[in-house]
């Protein structure tokens, strides 16, 4: 059994940064991939920055060149860096992780955190 716990969401201004931590516990040597999803009121939903343990990153367009994906794979820890945030970026940001390398990569893993809001305000 694998436990995904997320910190770091708040209240910031547009330009602002953020930086969320998701630690993962338990039977952590299943996993592979670890990421970030997250969903605005009223969308589904999506794919904000992916890993794998072999090193490669995957990010959503909207995200590109702002947002960060790194990871400490010793602490079983993923890290999102967002920087010169935006209204729309606006959302819950879940943590996602998975067993294989496509894991939020290409899709969602079967693990999930709780989920902490980020609001950006203009």
């Known amino acids: 059994q694998v436990q995904l716990v997320e910190s770091g969401g708040g209240l910031v201004q547009a330009g602002g940064s953020l930086r969320l931590s998701c630690a993962a516990s338990?039977?952590?040597?299943?996993?592979?991939?670890m990421g970030w999803y997250r969903q605005a009121p009223g969308k589904q939903r999506e794919l904000v920055a992916g890993?794998?343990?072999?090193?490669?990153?995957n990010y959503a367009d909207s995200v590109k060149g702002r947002f960060t994906i790194s990871r400490d794979n010793a602490k079983n820890t993923v890290y999102l860096q967002m920087n010169s945030l935006k209204p729309e970026d606006t959302a819950v940001y879940y943590c996602?992780?998975?067993?294989?390398?496509?894991?939020?990569?290409?899709?969602?893993?079967?693990?999930w955190g709780q989920g902490t809001q980020v609001t950006v305000s203009s």
């Open positions: 338990g039977s952590t040597f299943s996993i592979n991939g």
């Open positions: 890993s794998n343990s072999g090193g490669r990153t």
């Open positions: 996602n992780a998975g067993p294989s390398s496509i894991h939020t990569m290409m899709v969602p893993g079967n693990l």
